[in-house]
């Protein structure tokens, strides 16, 4: 059975940061793309960032420069770095696993950005 666990998730305020991870399991990690998105209440869900399988990244331009995407294949987590956070980061952000025909999700974690 895969499952993706999101965990990091919080209140913070502007201008802080968190660290989100995204354990994986029942899938061959280092097989996947990896990706993070996330959903803010009334909008459509979006990408934040990617990272292939070996290591490229790419990532929206809404966090260029403040997010930064990483994987640990020993480890089978994914983590986003996200530093210099605003309200517009507000959303509850999701994991993604992708390999081909088959695409994952987790159930989410909340990050909630706000004085």
């Known amino acids: 059975q895969v499952q993706l666990v999101e965990s990091g998730g919080g209140l913070v305020q502007p201008g802080g940061s968190l660290r989100l991870s995204c354990a994986a399991s029942g899938i061959i990690f280092n097989n996947y793309a990896m990706g993070w998105y996330r959903q803010a209440p009334g909008k459509q869900r979006e990408l934040v960032a990617t990272?292939?399988?070996?290591?490229?990244?790419n990532y929206a331009d809404s966090v260029k420069g403040r997010f930064t995407i990483s994987r640990d294949n020993a480890k089978r987590t994914m983590y986003v770095q996200m530093n210099s956070l605003k309200p517009e980061d507000t959303a509850v952000y999701f994991c993604?696993?992708?390999?081909?025909?088959?695409?994952?999700w987790g159930q989410g974690t909340q990050v909630t950005i706000s004085s």
């Open positions: 990272i292939t399988k070996g290591g490229s990244t």
């Open positions: 993604n696993a992708n390999w081909g025909a088959a695409h994952y």
